[in-house]
Structures are given as C-alpha cells and as structure tokens.
C-alpha cells in the first residue's frame, strides 16, 4: 500500500498571499495518478488536480499541481477567501487508492 | 448536470444493518465505476472500494470485507453500501463518488452521516 505524507499539517497564510502544500509517496506512483481535493466542513471533497497537474473542469487556474514520482506539490497563486479549507492528496496509480491526512489552509 | 444524491442521515443500534443509497443521474451510470469513501469524525478519507456498474462485480480494500457490501439497482442508476453488525467505530459520513479517468473521483455524493449508538 502506497502511504502519502502530506506537509505541512496546517498552514496559516493571509488572502493574497501563495500558499504550495507537499505531498510525498512512500513509493513511487504509477503514471503519476495524483489527485487533489478540497474539502469545505460539512461539505464533500471537491476535485482540483488529476494526473498531478491536469485542473477539473471549472477548476480556477491559481490552483496548479505539479511533480512525479514520490514528490508532489498543489500551489494556489493568490489565495481567495473561499480557499480556505482541508486539502488532500490521493494517489490512483494502484490498489488500495489511498489518501493523504490532510493540510489545512486556514486564515492568518 | 451531474449529480449523486445519497440517502439521508441513520441512527443505528450496535448490531443492527444500514443501507446507505447513492442515485446517479445526468451521465450514463454504466460509464463510471461507483467509489465508496469513509470519514470518520474529524478524520481523513479513507477508500473502501469500488463496484463496476457494467458486471456488478465489487472489489473492497482491506478493512472493507465481511461486513460491506457494495451493490448495484441500474434499472434506477443507484448504487448501495450495506454494511451489517454495526459498531460504534462505524460512526461516519460515508460518500459515493464517481470513478474518473482510471481512479480518481470527479463528483461525490452530498454524503450520509450513519450514526451508531445504543
């Protein structure tokens, strides 16, 4: 079972401001199958990133993905109020799919 | 548009059965493998498997077997989780999602809080 370890666990940034969060494999992904989600309280998670660099449909393109192997990374250009929120990373390249425990973006 | 909408939110007693519903509708439901997601209260995701809606065939991860199980109405394009001999550590919000582009998920279910307690 591939295990994502995602940092920092929390990260505490002002609108406007750049916000990268990491996610590391403990092996590598297959065909870098590396999704993003944002997760609201009370709400489903919400897909972001897939292919480890590719945006969902609607997606806005301050949110960019990027990396391979066992190194991942989401970075949000210039965060807006609505972005502040629960992010994990899951990786699809082999079964079990798994997920990160989380980042949480919250305001400064 | 696409939507999943599951059924609504279940106080079970330890030992008794749920059967959580997720109904696809504004895709074709035999195009899209149907996910089931756990999260327990104020936890992470936690993937517990997925059913092919073409053959009904389920696949659960580890931790998911016995007690789950997935299966499929596509005369109504729902998919089901039943899970039997509930325990308190089954205390959740359990999602459906839409498989997309070989595994990850595109679109969730709202989410179905089952509640386990005497």
């Known amino acids: 079972e591939i295990v994502l370890t995602q940092s920092p666990g929390t990260l505490s940034l002002s609108p406007g401001e750049r916000a990268t969060l990491s996610c590391r494999a403990s092996?590598?992904?297959?065909?870098?199958?590396l999704a993003w989600y944002q997760q609201k309280p009370g709400q489903a998670p919400r897909l972001l990133i897939y292919?480890?660099?590719s945006r969902a449909t609607g997606i806005p393109d301050r949110f960019s993905g990027s990396g391979s192997g066992t190194d991942f990374t989401l970075t949000i250009s210039r965060l807006e109020p609505e972005d502040f929120a629960v992010y994990y990373c899951?990786?699809?390249?082999?079964?079990?799919?798994?997920f990160g425990q989380g980042t949480k973006v919250e305001i400064k | 548009q696409v939507q999943l909408v599951q059924s609504g939110s279940e106080l079970k007693k330890p030992g008794a059965s749920v059967k959580v519903s997720c109904k696809a509708s504004?895709?074709?439901?035999?195009?899209?493998?149907v996910n089931w997601v756990r999260q327990a209260p104020g936890q992470g995701l936690e993937w517990m498997g997925w059913?092919?809606?073409?053959?009904?065939?389920?696949t659960y991860a580890q931790g998911f077997t016995g007690r789950f199980v997935f299966s499929l109405d596509t005369s109504v394009s729902t998919a089901y989780l039943q899970i039997s001999s509930l325990k308190a550590e089954d205390t959740a919000v359990y999602y459906c999602?839409?498989?997309?582009?070989?595994?990850?998920?595109?679109?969730w279910g709202q989410g179905t809080l089952v509640t386990v307690s005497s």
């Open positions: 999602a839409r498989g997309f582009s070989s595994g990850c998920f595109d679109y």
């Open positions: 504004g895709y074709t439901f035999s195009m899209n493998a």
């Open positions: 059913i092919n809606t073409n053959t009904g065939n389920p």
């Open positions: 092996q590598s992904v297959s065909s870098n199958y």
């Open positions: 292919g480890a660099s």
């Open positions: 899951q990786q699809y390249g082999s079964s079990p799919r798994t």
